[in-house]
């Protein structure tokens, strides 16, 4: 099965300052439908996750704009130009190319 | 607006059986996959199992297959998880996420199953 890695495991951010999330998998994502279905999402303490973005780079509604996706392949990245405190939980990318789906192992945001 | 009320989490006997109920609203749900969720305590997301609009089409993760039953009834916006010989390794926080074009978009608030003895 594919495998998703993300990096750091652990992320402690400063306020105000800028975060970056690495998320790289074991095959290319690009579906036979030239989308790639790369997705990440947060979950604050004891809440559901929530998709923050959607085919690599496309924000959802009612996401701030200073988180944003890039990459292509088999690299992703995650950013956050500001980190602010509502920001802190754990970051989850996540493959819908392939079956079955999979996730990474998470990243932990806290302030320091 | 999208919601998910996932139910019939609980404490089970290795081995034992549990069937979970996820009730959909805010959208049509005959139109979308959708998906089981799990995690357990303390640890990340796995993705459990999914089932095409009309039920046609149904995967599973390797460590359930055999084991867990994925289902759906439209007439009622309902989706359901019958779990069998259930294993201490099944103890997670089970949620049921709609399935969008791009795909999982929302979730529930998740049942939690505990399988213990």
Same mark, same amino acid.
Not at chain 1, 40 to 64: A, E, N
Not at chain 2, 59 to 81: E, H, M, P, Q, W
């Given at each position: 099965?594919?495998?998703? @890695?993300?990096?750091?495991?652990?992320?402690?951010?400063?306020?105000?300052?800028?975060?970056?999330?690495?998320?790289?998998?074991?095959?290319? +994502?690009?579906?036979?439908? =030239?989308?790639?279905? +790369?997705?990440?999402?947060?979950?604050?303490?004891?809440?559901?996750?929530?998709? +923050?973005?959607?085919?690599?780079?496309?924000?959802?509604? =009612?996401?701030?704009?200073?988180?944003?996706?890039? =990459?292509?392949?088999?690299?992703?990245?995650?950013?956050?130009?500001?980190?602010?405190?509502?920001?802190?939980?754990?970051?989850?990318?996540?493959? =819908? @190319?392939?079956?079955?789906?999979?996730?990474?192992?998470? @990243?932990?945001?806290?302030?320091? | 607006?999208?919601?998910?009320?996932?139910?019939g989490g609980g404490l089970v006997?290795?081995?034992?059986?549990l069937?979970l $109920?996820?009730?959909?609203?805010?959208?049509?749900?005959?139109?979308?996959?959708? $998906?089981?969720?799990?995690?357990?305590?303390?640890?990340?997301?796995?993705?459990?199992?999914?089932?095409?609009?009309?039920?046609?089409?149904?995967?599973?993760?390797?460590?359930?297959?055999?084991?867990?039953?994925?289902? /759906?009834?439209?007439?009622?916006?309902?989706?359901?998880?019958?779990?069998?010989?259930?294993?201490?390794?099944?103890?997670?926080?089970?949620?049921?996420? /709609?399935?969008?074009?791009?795909?999982?978009?929302?979730?529930?608030?998740?049942t939690l199953v505990t399988?213990?003895?």
């Amino acid at each position: 099965d594919l495998v998703m @890695t993300q990096s750091p495991l652990s992320l402690p951010v400063t306020l105000g300052q800028p975060a970056s999330i690495s998320c790289r998998s074991s095959q290319s +994502l690009v579906h036979s439908d =030239g989308n790639t279905y +790369l997705n990440w999402f947060q979950q604050r303490p004891g809440q559901s996750p929530r998709r +923050l973005i959607y085919k690599v780079s496309k924000r959802d509604s =009612g996401v701030p704009d200073r988180f944003s996706g890039s =990459g292509s392949g088999t690299d992703f990245t995650l950013t956050i130009s500001r980190v602010e405190a509502e920001d802190v939980g754990v970051y989850y990318c996540m493959q =819908g @190319t392939h079956w079955p789906y999979s996730f990474g192992q998470g @990243t932990k945001l806290e302030i320091k | 607006e999208v919601q998910l009320v996932e139910s019939g989490g609980g404490l089970v006997q290795p081995g034992g059986s549990l069937r979970l $109920s996820c009730e959909a609203s805010g959208f049509t749900f005959s139109s979308y996959w959708i $998906s089981w969720v799990r995690q357990a305590p303390g640890k990340g997301l796995e993705w459990v199992a999914n089932i095409k609009q009309d039920g046609s089409e149904k995967y599973y993760v390797d460590s359930v297959k055999g084991r867990f039953t994925i289902s /759906r009834d439209n007439a009622k916006n309902s989706l359901y998880l019958q779990m069998n010989s259930l294993r201490a390794e099944d103890t997670a926080v089970y949620y049921c996420a /709609r399935d969008g074009l791009a795909g999982i978009d929302y979730w529930g608030h998740g049942t939690l199953v505990t399988v213990s003895s």
